[in-house]
């Protein structure tokens, strides 16, 4: 699973030197090119009017200096989101433009690794059954130059506006959304068109995110991550979202939905608001937070891909979360045996499994792994490194398949 | 033209029905939603708080309803759909308080139903999709419920109606149960083809769909002839507040922020021709006691309008 910071959150289009080097430093590797990020919000909504800005010229400069930054960096740009209409749009002549910038933005996609492009489905102005009708033809036009480019095209869940409450728009039915999808790649006899979850478009309409990614399983490629408060359009860091009554977004379910997918795309980090938020002379130390929710989601999404790879595992740790581990994953992934620094539980047993004393770990083969079971990661961790073990993973439970209370 | 329905919440008295059903059908209703639910608050049984009402005895409860059946009548008012109590399952609630859902409200509740005369009744799915994990368990656990009021149902000529709910994340109100329907046309058919009889149906709440942001028009057409009754409200998208429809806007234009016209394109799409029911209760404790007929009455007008609406989308 890759990891990559939104574009859109870097802010200071004019000069993104610094907020690329403070990405970088904070470990991101890699950026999605949100095109947008070029516009002013609505300016699609001028376009053949005299006041349409900015100009080619103008955004062909911005282009080019944003890309000399990030190659500059080494920072990798294998996924790019073209420019998209607003939601509420009252522009329902703009498809042929629309198109023609995603063959643009195909064309410029750049060489290399292959690239993903996020091209949003048309709405302006269609109802009923001319909504595929109208996309069909739109996608075959760019899966042409995709294919030609080998670059992967990812439909977006979109909110619909009715008259400023958004609601659920083109894409986000994951049922249509799929086979759209399916029809599309079928048209073209291999895997030119995947989708990309933006999270916040789904907490817009209420949407249930984990059921929303099982649904799309193998074609969901890339998720956006953001926060908002299920009312306003936002791009807030997720977790922000706290308030009396818990969290506004239920990240929970989408975590369990992308570990039933076994998701290995690209998490999209969209925190633009949240940074937005804070003073210049702040917004440095913020990356490295960025970062660690990100690196947060992939280890909770990868957790159960990450234990089943090994030939066999052992926990560290003989307490509640050990028992928890054994309640849920015991039976598909059952470890050796438990160790613990308590000398009074050696010999004892939990759930059937035997506690011994971790100076037996010294005599695992070296590709078995020891997953710790307990909340002193680091400590035991280090534990472990000094008595020479290689694999070392950590299983936590704050996101389980299930509720505690239903056995 | 469609017949009009109101829930008989905050209308009807239980020691003077006849007045409320007068009222009801000066107001230009026919149907009423009977709202049953009102005598075991949900906020109760979520506090495994329950009254004693369904501790009453099947002959009690008729007898205790006798009243209002013979009101209805005399005002030429027909019971078309009643809600059952919710929750019937309270998640980490305590054994014999869910036994005495199932077994004593939810039975009762079914032959009060019948004994109203009443063809539908709304149940609510169970809220457990957090809790298991998936949608999918949620609704075995549902459809264990429904099971075992299906053979009731089917015998007293009654259909079970599902309704799209909302759940709470963090006071944020996101998709519940019966959001999906697809999945819930597949499950109707499923139910009824096991049955033979038209045991299950689906009760669309236009209120829940505006909360999670659903496709009125797409949802109401992929329900087609399984939708049997309404549930009609509106409110702001965040909140279930269970106001009059058009009452809300976001946009300084000021025009409706629930999508209306896709509900009356769906119905019209569908050829629905059954009753339009107003889930309005709320409403009329808002406005002042002594507008509740006026209000009732333009609750009734906007019935008329839909129905005119439907008919043109037909």
């Known amino acids: ?407 | 033209m469609f017949r009009i329905g109101v829930q008989t919440q905050n209308v009807i008295n239980d020691r003077y029905p006849e007045e409320g059903f007068a009222v009801l059908a000066r107001a230009g209703f026919s149907y009423a939603d009977f709202s049953l639910n009102a005598y075991l608050d949900n906020g109760s049984i979520y506090q495994s708080n329950i009254n004693s009402f369904f501790d009453q005895t099947v002959s009690d409860l008729e007898n205790f309803f006798t009243p209002h059946k013979s009101a209805a009548k005399n005002a030429g008012i027909r019971i078309g759909q009643m809600h059952m109590p919710y929750p019937i399952f309270i998640p980490g609630g305590d054994q014999e308080i869910n036994d005495y859902l199932w077994h004593e409200v939810a039975v009762k509740s079914l032959r009060i139903c019948a004994f109203l005369e009443c063809p539908y009744i709304v149940v609510h799915g169970f809220k457990l999709a957090g809790y298991l994990g998936t949608e999918e368990r949620e609704w075995e656990r549902t459809e264990a419920f429904l099971h075992f009021i299906a053979p009731q149902a089917k015998e007293l000529g009654i259909t079970i109606c599902m309704e799209n709910l909302y759940d709470s994340v963090g006071g944020h109100l996101v998709e519940g149960s019966g959001c999906d329907a697809r999945k819930a046309a597949e499950r109707i058919d499923r139910f009824n083809e096991a049955y033979r009889a038209q045991v299950l149906g689906f009760c669309f709440d236009t209120g829940h769909a505006n909360l999670v942001g659903l496709d009125f028009e797409d949802f109401i057409v992929t329900l087609g002839h399984r939708l049997k009754v309404l549930h009609i409200h509106d409110n702001d998208g965040i909140g279930d507040l269970h106001q009059i429809p058009y009452t809300f806007s976001r946009a300084r234009e000021n025009k409706a922020s629930t999508d209306w016209e896709g509900f009356l394109r769906g119905l019209g799409r569908i050829h629905y021709d059954k009753v339009l029911s107003f889930e309005t209760a709320p409403v009329l404790t808002a406005f002042p006691e002594r507008m509740r007929a006026d209000v009732l009455g333009f609750i009734a007008r906007l019935g008329e309008y839909f129905s005119g609406r439907i008919y043109d989308f037909s």
């Open chain 1, 1 to 407: 699973m890759q990891v990559c910071y939104s574009s859109r959150g870097l802010l200071d289009l004019s000069r993104p030197e610094k907020s690329l080097e403070n990405m970088v430093r904070a470990g991101f590797e890699e950026i999605m090119l949100d095109l947008s990020m070029f516009y002013a919000k609505g300016h699609f909504e001028l376009y053949g009017e005299n006041s349409f800005a900015p100009d080619r010229t103008e955004l062909k400069e911005r282009y080019e200096k944003w890309m000399r930054c990030c190659s500059k960096d080494a920072v990798r740009m294998n996924l790019i989101r073209a420019p998209h209409m607003k939601w509420d749009t009252k522009r329902v002549d703009l498809h042929p433009l629309m198109l023609r910038i995603g063959q643009e933005c195909i064309a410029h996609s750049g060489k290399g690794d292959k690239k993903q492009l996020i091209i949003q489905p048309l709405y302006a102005g269609l109802s009923g059954a001319e909504i595929w009708k109208e996309n069909r033809r739109y996608y075959e036009e760019l899966g042409k130059a995709a294919v030609e480019k080998n670059v992967c095209i990812l439909l977006e869940n979109q909110c619909n506006s009715i008259n400023g409450h958004l609601v659920r728009g083109v894409c986000a039915d994951a049922s249509t959304a799929s086979a759209w999808i399916d029809e599309l790649n079928e048209a073209f006899g291999k895997e030119v068109f995947g989708f990309c979850l933006d999270t916040g478009a789904c907490s817009l309409c209420g949407q249930n995110m984990g059921e929303m990614a099982a649904a799309l399983g193998h074609r969901l490629k890339a998720v956006l991550l953001r926060e908002c408060d299920g009312v306003h359009e936002a791009s807030r860091l997720p977790f922000t979202g706290k308030n009396e009554c818990g969290m506004s977004t239920d990240w929970q379910s989408l975590i369990r939905g992308l570990r039933r997918t076994t998701f290995d795309g690209t998490l999209i980090m969209a925190a633009g608001d949240t940074l937005g938020g804070f003073s210049h002379l702040l917004r440095q130390k913020m990356y490295p937070v960025i970062k660690a929710v990100a690196e947060y989601f992939r280890w909770q999404i990868e957790m159960e891909k990450t234990i089943g790879k090994y030939p066999a595992i052992v926990l560290f740790g003989a307490g509640n979360m050990c028992r928890n581990y054994m309640q849920f994953y015991g039976k598909e992934y059952p470890p050796l045996f438990a160790c613990d620094n308590d000398a009074g539980l050696w010999g004892t047993r939990v759930c059937g499994l035997e506690v011994r004393s971790p100076e037996v770990l010294r005599k695992l083969p070296s590709e078995y792994a020891v997953v710790i079971c307990n909340t002193f990661y680091t400590e035991t961790a280090e534990q472990l490194q000094t008595m020479g073990i290689k694999n070392i993973e950590t299983y936590n439970d704050e996101y389980l398949p299930e509720g505690f209370f239903y056995q």
